[in-house]
């Protein structure tokens, strides 16, 4: 029998995605794809069975279409619905998201199944998850434990929570970790004991259910072990899709293939893309080679046209073979160059003058420029983004992953939410306070202001940083529970100030006084409300924030209402277990810790692509997709490129389906390395057009020696170095 489901194979770049839309069409516009498919008579008479539904109906076209993470979910989504001229509804998710939409659809089902309380479920940030997990477990988290971990507490109970979802992600009970985990770790004595790990999730996922609180990996079990096994669910989730378009199912965990079988046994029809040298999400919940067990039920097309302008076809071969057989003598054609310097530094300055140097003499523009590097750290982020932004060339940090609390503003906004609640004067010192006075008295913009991004970050304020700091050295009062801003007339030499700083001072006196008064007198309805008058009052101003700081407090906004959902939530449970008090405490130290990261929902600027250079670590560019014209491959002397740019979870290798809870041995981790590599190599060099720069240091910016596998490819383009 002839399966009417598709299962696309390719390599970076070869169509596959258009390919899935092109099915998309086919299905839900038959009759304008007549060249590969039949009129409907013409099918019927021939057999081929296309599902009735998808005939003309434009309200509900019953096509769920995924996608491997949320960036490619909405560019995919984007391009059905311009290649349907929006006629044709879609619902564009992540595997994940889907889960978590039927878990919370379906919730009644569940209440029923689990006998859980009928409570609307809230869901778990993984950092609030980290945090609450911890205060669970912290009683049997004793000294000991952690000695025989190896590592501190937060990295212990992330560790653990990890557990959960690999095992979910991977249709495996919490219940039977224990048992994966003793047969993987064998006798291994410097891991904790299986059952024990095992006792605290099944106490955390028990803990949760109670209050109606869903991590990932508590969403991911619900579904895979309850939902996908329940009747009355399977008829509303047949009824609804009779067909699935899944894009680089490579980077998707084995959940997905249960549901993707669930729909094909019932008759629906698939169309799914594959990437033999992707699984970019390998060792972080991805089971690809499980995934790929789908395409015997389909009907399988091989892309084989190589990407049009790149260098994979002509560079992987080399480059793969220089790598893992280094004893070969080859040297790399002219379109790679080698940047080779001692330290690290003078590698960093000669890669962006490199770049600015190209950039001017329009060789390339800097849109068309990607810096790839297996790790970065903040020593070369700000390092690259200061020498290209002086050049006037704006650089696009891919994902950036800087904690909130790095930004001014954030810091500036804690301090303010310090010294308006009462008990918090511990959490406030001198120079915080010298710090808020200058964020919160920025200069307005002029209207129809055009001014750069950098030029915004750089705008003016009343308050400099020597006038705050005179003003909180001798205005400032510290106190445990009520520290106090005086009046500027309290310091003797007050003419100093300037009028300038003294009045924007007094608006940001009286303004606190203002809202002092309002919280005495529960005017104030949460301190999410006061984050917001702070930002309208100071911050926002009707001006044009420049992009990242607009990221910055939506995040922030976006993080305090879950925080005080999820607060107010344990609150009705336990009514003693919490106070407001202490809730603003560890919201402030929560965020000090640096724990939450800035990407609000969308993560991306709104319009047109920003005419800037691309800076990504391996693992977010592959994510990502992209491609360009020239890569800068730094660090390409770093031992961590044959991790990939992104570490593997503990415990990942003993959850792959076809695997499960074998031992990893160094030969396993060996061959992963080199397969990762190559996979890495092939992906990236099928993203690049025009020319690779392999940057590299002698020494890395520890001071040792840098000996990683690309170690070769630079020695072998030594004859092209612009040094």
Not at 401 to 421: D, E, F, G, K, N
Not at 434 to 456: C, F, G, H, W, Y
Not at 577 to 606: C, D, K, M, S
Request: overall charge neutral.
């Amino acid at each position: 029998m002839v399966s009417h489901s598709v299962w696309i194979v390719g390599t970076s770049r070869s169509g596959k995605t258009a390919r899935l839309v092109e099915q998309f069409c086919s299905w839900v516009q038959p009759e304008k794809h007549s060249e590969s498919f039949y009129t409907k008579k013409q099918r019927e008479k021939k057999g081929v069975r296309i599902p009735e539904f998808l005939y003309l109906k434009q309200t509900e076209p019953g096509v769920l279409v995924l996608a491997a993470n949320d960036d490619n979910r909405r560019e995919l989504g984007d391009i059905i619905v311009t290649s349907t001229l929006g006629k044709y509804p879609v619902r564009a998710k992540t595997p994940l998201g889907f889960f978590q939409d039927e878990v919370i659809l379906f919730w009644p089902l569940l209440i029923n199944s689990l006998s859980l309380k009928a409570q609307f479920p809230v869901r778990l940030r993984p950092e609030t998850e980290q945090e609450l997990a911890t205060k669970l477990w912290r009683p049997q988290l004793d000294e000991e434990i952690l000695r025989i971990a190896g590592v501190n507490e937060s990295r212990l109970v992330r560790r653990i929570l990890d557990l959960l979802q690999l095992a979910a992600y991977s249709g495996i009970r919490c219940e039977d970790i224990a048992q994966i985990l003793a047969r993987g770790l064998g006798d291994n004595t410097t891991t904790l004991e299986p059952e024990f790990l095992a006792s605290l999730l099944l106490d955390w996922r028990n803990w949760c259910l109670e209050r109606g609180l869903l991590s990932y990996g508590i969403i991911t079990e619900l579904y895979s072990q309850y939902l996908l096994s329940d009747r009355n669910y399977q008829q509303h989730l047949t009824k609804r899709y009779q067909a699935v378009l899944a894009d680089d199912v490579d980077d998707y965990p084995s959940v997905a293939r249960l549901l993707f079988e669930l729909l094909l046994n019932q008759g629906a029809v698939g169309a799914f893309s594959y990437n033999p040298d992707g699984a970019v999400r390998l060792g972080l919940g991805a089971d690809p080679s499980y995934l790929e067990g789908l395409a015997e039920r389909c009907r399988i097309e091989i892309l084989t046209e190589p990407p049009s302008e790149s260098l994979g076809e002509e560079l992987t071969k080399q480059m793969v073979e220089l790598v893992t057989e280094p004893m070969v003598l080859l040297s790399l054609p002219k379109m790679v160059h080698s940047i080779q310097t001692t330290s690290r530094a003078q590698l960093l300055r000669q890669t962006a003058e490199v770049i600015a140097n190209t950039i001017q003499s329009q060789q390339v523009q800097a849109e068309q420029v990607a810096i790839i590097a297996p790790g970065l750290d903040a020593i070369a982020r700000y390092t690259l983004v200061e020498i290209l932004i002086k050049q006037n060339i704006q650089v696009e940090l891919l994902n950036d992953q800087r904690p909130l609390v790095s930004s001014p503003v954030i810091r500036a906004l804690l301090t303010m939410l310090a010294l308006v609640y009462p008990g918090l004067g511990r959490l406030v010192d001198r120079d915080a306070v010298a710090e808020m006075l200058v964020v919160l008295s920025r200069k307005q913009p002029p209207e129809n202001s055009s001014l750069q991004t950098d030029a915004i970050n750089r705008v003016s304020t009343d308050i400099d940083p020597v006038r705050a700091g005179l003003i909180a050295d001798y205005c400032f009062v510290p106190h445990p529970d009520r520290p106090n801003l005086l009046p500027v007339s309290t310091f003797e030499r007050w003419d100093r100030i300037g009028y300038a700083a003294t009045t924007a001072y007094g608006e940001i006196l009286q303004w606190l006084e203002q809202q002092r008064s309002q919280q005495e007198l529960r005017l104030i309805p949460s301190p999410i409300s006061l984050l917001d008058r702070a930002i309208q009052r100071f911050l926002w101003n009707g001006s044009n924030l420049p992009y990242e700081q607009l990221a910055a407090l939506r995040e922030l906004l976006e993080t305090a209402q879950h925080y005080w959902e999820i607060d107010t939530r344990l609150r009705q449970i336990a009514p003693d277990e919490t106070t407001p008090h202490t809730t603003i405490i560890e919201f402030i130290q929560l965020l000090r810790r640096g724990t939450i990261t800035a990407n609000p929902y969308p993560v991306r600027p709104i319009g047109g692509a920003r005419r800037a250079v691309t800076l990504a670590t391996i693992f977010q560019y592959r994510s990502s997709r992209r491609s360009h014209r020239w890569h800068f491959w730094l660090d390409a002397g770093s031992s961590l490129w044959a991790k990939g740019g992104a570490a593997t979870l503990f415990g990942a290798p003993f959850f792959l389906r076809d695997r499960l809870g074998e031992p990893w041995t160094a030969e396993d981790e060996k061959l992963a390395q080199e397969q990762r590599l190559r996979r890495i190599l092939t992906d990236l060099l099928s993203r690049v057009s025009e020319r690779v720069y392999l940057c590299h240091s002698d020494l890395a910016v520890n001071g040792q020696e840098q000996l990683g596998p690309l170690l070769p490819l630079v020695n072998a383009c030594v004859t092209h170095s612009v040094i």
